[in-house]
């Protein structure tokens, strides 16, 4: 990683820019290829699989009997760690529900809101490289505590032209049943549109790569919602020397070896630190099996010494991580002004990974700044609030000349007319 000391704040958005293409560059072939599931179904989901994945299957949906015989497929071990992840993070957002609010607002006018599941979902769980059963976790979880009525998996194909028996656990656990085969912009737009096969959704969940990330964005402009722009995974780790550089070295690489296009930051205020940092690195770098997509990450990715906390803090505010890790000697202060992150991590001992497969915690997060505006994903995310309202005769006694002075002073007639029939009826 190359070291930069001390950049000037007017050099801050070149440095930290993410390595991905912006919208407009790939939203023209993003919407040639919606345009063409939507007129062909199938048949164009089919050509494009074919196309980018290089396979040709028969059928796109997992047989339920494969998901059903999928906690036979798997080692005991590994069964036991989904079991764990699965339990842990069911209890965090099971821990989310909230009750109804209900406010008499005034004597005879009473107001509530309620949640309400989003009745069909669709899920995208990345795989082309790695089988992401983890990800199935993260959204199958709370669509089931939420009681989404229609819950449906897309997943890019594996080379083998089967899904690993690991995600099918992970669905079954989350009593999904509609898995397919289906990856990239393709899935995102037969769930948009619905194909002969693949279910119309109202929502959908999700990280991917870039193309998946403007693929959800183009969906938004079909009445479909997303949960947020999730594309390459990234990490910034704001340390100092009372940080290990062993531990933070594999933070950073445990991100870097999710894709070419992932980024990873540390920022420090102890140049010594980013050195042991950059020398841990390379020795675990040489021992991964995936070292050749860690290495490509690694290309775009910095090691940012800076003068003070307060630096550092103001540095990782304007970048906004999707994860932030915070090992620090004053790291309580430092959590406090920290404003944009996706989640964080705190200590030496909390490894990114943690978030990532069983704490508890939701690994679905904004990516590219995202986090100024956007939460992770969240067991709300699967809920839409209704309000409702009831009023007395006696509510809108006391109620209705205040909304006939307003509605008359914006000028809307009807909408006075609608009190003032009542309140005379009323007298």
């Known amino acids: ?69 999928s906690a036979q497929a798997i080692s005991p071990k590994l069964k036991s760690a989904i079991d764990k992840a699965y339990d842990n993070v069911y209890k965090f957002h099971k821990a989310q529900q909230q009750a109804s609010i209900k406010v008499e607002t005034q004597p005879g006018v009473t107001c509530w809101q309620a949640s309400k599941p989003i009745q069909k979902v669709g899920l995208y769980i990345p795989g082309g490289t790695a089988p992401l059963f983890s990800s199935i976790l993260m959204l199958g979880i709370p669509a089931q505590i939420s009681g989404c009525n229609e819950v449906v998996i897309t997943t890019p194909p594996q080379k ?23 990856g990239g912009i393709q899935a995102i737009a037969a769930m948009t549109f619905g194909t002969e096969s693949i279910p119309k959704v109202y929502k959908i969940f999700g990280p ?70 950059q020398k841990a690195l390379q020795n675990q770098l040489d021992e991964l099996p995936r070292k050749a997509i860690a290495t490509e990450a690694i290309k775009h990715s910095k090691s940012i010494v800076v003068s003070d906390t307060e630096t550092a803090i103001e540095m990782t505010n304007f970048y906004s991580p999707e994860h932030l ?10 959590v406090e002004q920290i404003h944009n992150a996706g989640s964080v991590f705190i200590g030496n001992f909390t490894p990114e990974s943690a978030g990532d497969y069983a704490s508890g915690t939701n690994h679905t997060l904004p990516t590219n700044a995202f986090a100024r505006q956007y939460s992770g994903v969240n067991l709300d995310a699967f809920h839409k609030k209704i309000t409702y309202q009831k009023i007395t005769k006696e509510g809108l006694k006391n109620l209705g000349p205040h909304i006939e002075t307003m509605a008359e002073t914006e000028e809307l007639q009807a909408h006075k007319n609608a009190v003032s029939l009542r309140l005379k009826d009323l007298e």
């Open 1 to 69: 990683m190359e070291i930069i000391e001390n950049p000037k704040l007017e050099s801050w958005k070149t440095l930290l820019k993410r390595p991905t293409q912006d919208y407009a560059a790939l939203e023209h072939d993003v919407k040639a290829i919606f345009q063409d599931i939507k007129n062909h179904g199938d048949t164009a989901v089919s050509k494009y699989t074919e196309l980018f994945d290089g396979l040709k299957l028969d059928k796109t949906k997992v047989d339920n009997t494969k998901i059903k015989a």
């Open 160 to 182: 083998s032209g089967q899904v690993h028996p690991a995600m099918l656990y992970a669905a079954y656990k989350c009593g999904i049943h509609k898995i397919f085969q289906v």
């Open 208 to 277: 991917g790569n870039q193309y998946v990330t403007v693929a959800k964005q183009v969906a938004t402009s079909y009445d479909v919602s997303i949960d947020m722009p999730a594309g390459p995974s990234e990490l910034l780790v704001l340390a100092d020397d009372t940080a290990n550089p062993n531990y933070v070295a594999s933070d950073l690489l445990s991100q870097a070896e999710h894709g070419a296009d992932s980024q990873v930051i540390l920022v420090t205020t102890s140049k010594d630190f980013a050195l042991a940092t």
């Open 325 to 334: 890790i915070i090992c620090v000697n004053n790291e309580d202060k430092v």
